[in-house]
């Protein structure tokens, strides 16, 4: 539709059918008579009796095709504007073929095959009726306490940055304006700064300097706009103390303005209403202006804009046009996805054609991705890969487990999941691995405080000694055994956070008990955050970190236990020694007393006297079953003007004996500036696959422009000075290591 008429359709609604638009309800509002919505759902949520369903603008997580069809049928008759509903869900990592979690993502290094995942998803969910997706999420978290950490790409701003632009390209495609067949819009969330609750815990407040704000946690989000995300969603959280979605600094003057975002602004579920909770609006008519001007297009499940913004906005010219201005972004998406012209998206004809959901080609990419996301993190003596020859003992509550998806699989449907021991017997005979569940999967005690989810979770039948006798009797008659380990896929993800995560304590005595045996143990750990795995690494030979890999997790990881595939997964996030040193994260400050290794126990040192610095597993980290070399052939300068760059070549050769893929990161060290710089910041990478005996060449190009920060005039810049460039395997490895100089025109 041209703009022009478009405007014409904003003149024509009435503003009931005005704010209707801004309004976004679950599909149970349109399900059933008129008369049982008004006593049911509309009543629940307290909204006004004489509201007009079919005045709203979009539904949240209807995700049946069918019903789709029904809803938007049923809507486009009632209403008497015609403008049909937008459907929006949570299509997080996958409709229904389902890849690694988004922070198994980030640790692939792999924004091509991200981005190929981001497009599947939306070639189903195309497919199958729906117009958004709530994704990406590109909140920055260092602390492991926080469930959420699961749906974030970690904590680096480069990766988060490219996150942010591998998915929404894959989602939206790369054009600007209409979103294209097999192609959905995108909502980057949460804005700003979710990821850094007080203490990990859930919705606490977040306190952050402008500064941390700036340097690290908008660049992601910025990505994602840059990218054309269509959609921005606020946060729950207060920043320095105003609720995100009540603030109107961070969403109009931040966000419109500075970031330059000109889509739809929708609020978390029930944000709007949350003003009230946080003390910050002292009614619901208070929510909704506070909400409109703070730039907040659609409500997210609340009766707030429905019920107060008429009479809020009345005989109030500026107000007025705020809500015309956020309407005109509604119709705008709705009309950037071509509803007005087909409000099924090619639906009917999916539905007649047949969907392309979980075909083979979508297995086969979640199945790749799924392998660059494990991370490899000890091999004591080369223990893997095994051998097909060895008699193997599969134990724990993930040896059979579907249930490997994480919590925002929506649409993920656990039967299609290829399970670890189905995934290894593609490898071995059956005679050649036994099978056993070995402990419970929680305890008792951290069953109950999962809420809803407990009835979700395996009914343990067996009582723990019988399961952990058998479990020793397999591991006897074996000669490798593989301990499938982890939390619940209910203990992180949303509501998800831990004080202590660690490995539930029925699965750490097993792995105690059976680690007395003598007899080499695999480790294998799921989890939805890195948990503290110090005790299990010391008693583990290998360990692997699976994360929730996704509908074909179980033949990714029985590939790489085979070495049908050489891991090569990075860790996007750091891996804690103990709780205790949380947040740890690699881009810290250095202090003005750094823990010096050569001034020993010296007291008066930023260290902990109970506890090393340095995590168990750093930023970047990953092993390989092949070793690489890297060295330094060229440097171009030592020094550079503005417009020139100092151009690197790195040598890198595969020493070991398997085929594989090295990821060499670039960081740098800002000397001296106008605000200390971090030890070392990821500024590029390269991935490299080399066969066994190989030697290849990586090159880096460092600019002025991948020098700048916000310095302490807040401006976004680089200084001249001294910078130290470390390249290696992880945050920590990084044996080659040259300095450079930025001189002004003038000086170079
Ligand atoms: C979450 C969002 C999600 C929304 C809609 C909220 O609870 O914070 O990430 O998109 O629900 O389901």
């Not at 207060?238 to 970031?259: H, S, V, Y």
């Not at 086969?364 to 003992?393: C, F, G, W, Y």
């Not at 006798?469 to 008659?477: L, P």
């Not at 590939?559 to 891991?567: A, D, K, M």
Request: glycine share 8%.
């Amino acid at each position: 539709m041209h703009i022009n008429l478009l405007l014409e359709k904003l003149d024509s609604l009435t503003v009931e059918e005005k704010i209707g638009q801004l309004v976004q309800l679950t599909g149970d509002f349109f399900e059933k008579d008129l008369d049982t919505v008004v006593t049911g759902p509309l009543k629940k949520l307290g909204l006004h009796s004489d509201y007009n369903v079919y005045n709203t603008g979009s539904i949240l997580n209807v995700t049946d095709p069918k019903r789709i069809i029904r809803l938007q049928t049923d809507y486009l008759e009632q209403s008497n504007h015609k403008v049909p509903l937008l459907f929006m869900a949570d299509i997080i990592y996958g409709y229904r073929t389902i890849f690694p979690i988004p922070l198994a993502q980030a640790c692939s290094w792999n924004f091509k095959e991200i981005e190929q995942a981001a497009s599947i998803s939306a070639r189903e969910c195309y497919d199958e009726g729906i117009h958004v997706t709530f994704s990406p999420m590109v909140d920055i978290v260092r602390d492991p306490r926080w469930g959420r950490v699961m749906e974030s790409p970690g904590e680096d701003t480069l990766l988060a940055k490219k996150y942010a632009e591998s998915t929404v390209h894959g989602l939206q495609g790369k054009q600007p304006g209409s979103v294209p067949q097999d192609k959905i819009a995108a909502c980057v969330k949460h804005f700003a700064a979710y990821g850094a609750p007080v203490a990990g815990r859930e919705y606490n407040a977040v306190d952050m300097s402008e500064h941390m704000l700036r340097e690290y946690y908008l660049p992601g989000y910025q990505a994602a706009i840059d990218a054309g995300a269509k959609l921005v969603m606020t946060a729950f959280n207060t920043l320095n103390g105003i609720p995100a979605t009540g603030n109107e600094w961070l969403n109009r003057d931040l966000l419109r303005q500075e970031m330059k975002f000109d889509g739809v602004l929708i609020s978390d579920y029930a944000a709007v209403e949350e003003l009230i909770m946080h003390g910050y609006a002292e009614d619901a008519a208070t929510a909704a202006k506070l909400a409109l001007m703070a730039g907040v297009d659609i409500d997210m499940k609340t009766a707030v804009y429905a019920n107060q913004l008429e009479s809020v906005i009345s005989g109030n010219e500026h107000l007025e046009q705020l809500l015309n201005d956020a309407v005109y972004r509604v119709l705008k998406l709705k009309n950037d996805l071509g509803l007005f012209e087909d409000p099924f998206r090619g639906l009917k004809a999916t539905l007649q054609q047949g969907t392309r959901i979980l075909s083979d080609e979508h297995k086969t990419a979640a199945r790749s991705l799924a392998e660059q996301s494990i991370v490899l993190l000890k091999n004591e003596q080369d223990l893997l890969p095994l051998s097909k020859k060895t008699k193997i003992s599969l134990i724990g509550p993930y040896a059979e487990e579907h249930s490997t998806l994480g919590m925002w699989a929506i649409k993920g449907d656990e039967a299609d999941t290829v399970t670890l021991k189905e995934g290894l017997l593609k490898h071995i005979d059956s005679d050649q691995m036994s099978v056993c569940r070995g402990a419970h999967l929680l305890p008792d005690h951290a069953r109950e405080p999962l809420g809803k989810y407990v009835d979700k979770l395996p009914v343990e039948t067996v009582n723990e000694d019988i399961l952990l006798q058998e479990a020793i009797r397999h591991a006897n008659e074996s000669d490798v055994v593989v301990l499938a380990l982890g939390e619940s896929i209910y203990q992180s993800g949303e509501g998800g956070s831990r004080t202590n995560p660690t490995l539930p304590e029925t699965q750490a005595k097993l792995l105690h008990e059976l680690s007395q045996l003598g007899k080499k143990l695999v480790v294998i750990v799921y989890s939805g955050r890195p948990l503290i795995l110090t005790e299990v690494a010391k008693q583990a030979d290998a360990l692997i970190q699976a994360w929730y890999p996704g509908t074909m997790g179980g033949e990714a990881l029985a590939n790489i236990l085979y070495g049908t595939v050489n891991p090569s997964g990075k860790l996007a996030m750091t891996f804690p020694r103990s709780v205790g040193q949380i947040p740890v994260y690699y881009n810290e400050l250095n202090s003005g007393r750094p823990n010096l290794p050569e001034n020993g126990a010296y007291r008066f040192a930023s260290r902990y006297i109970d506890e090393a610095n340095e995590p168990l597993y750093p930023f970047g980290y990953g092993k390989s079953y092949t070793t690489f070399d890297c060295s330094l052939l060229s440097v171009s300068r030592k020094e550079i003007g503005p417009d020139e760059s100092v151009d690197i070549e790195v040598s890198v050769s595969n020493t070991g004996r398997f085929d594989g893929k090295e990821t060499i990161q670039l960081y740098i060290r800002d000397r001296f500036a106008s605000v200390t710089r971090p030890v070392k910041v990821l500024t590029d990478f390269r991935q490299i696959f080399l066969r066994s005996g190989e030697t290849g060449t990586v090159q880096f190009s460092i600019r002025e422009d991948m020098l700048r920060f916000y310095g302490s005039s807040m401006k976004y810049q680089s200084e001249l000075g001294d910078f130290e460039v470390y390249i290696g395997t992880s945050s920590q490895e990084t044996p080659l290591h040259f300095s450079f100089s930025l001189r002004s025109e003038e000086q170079s």
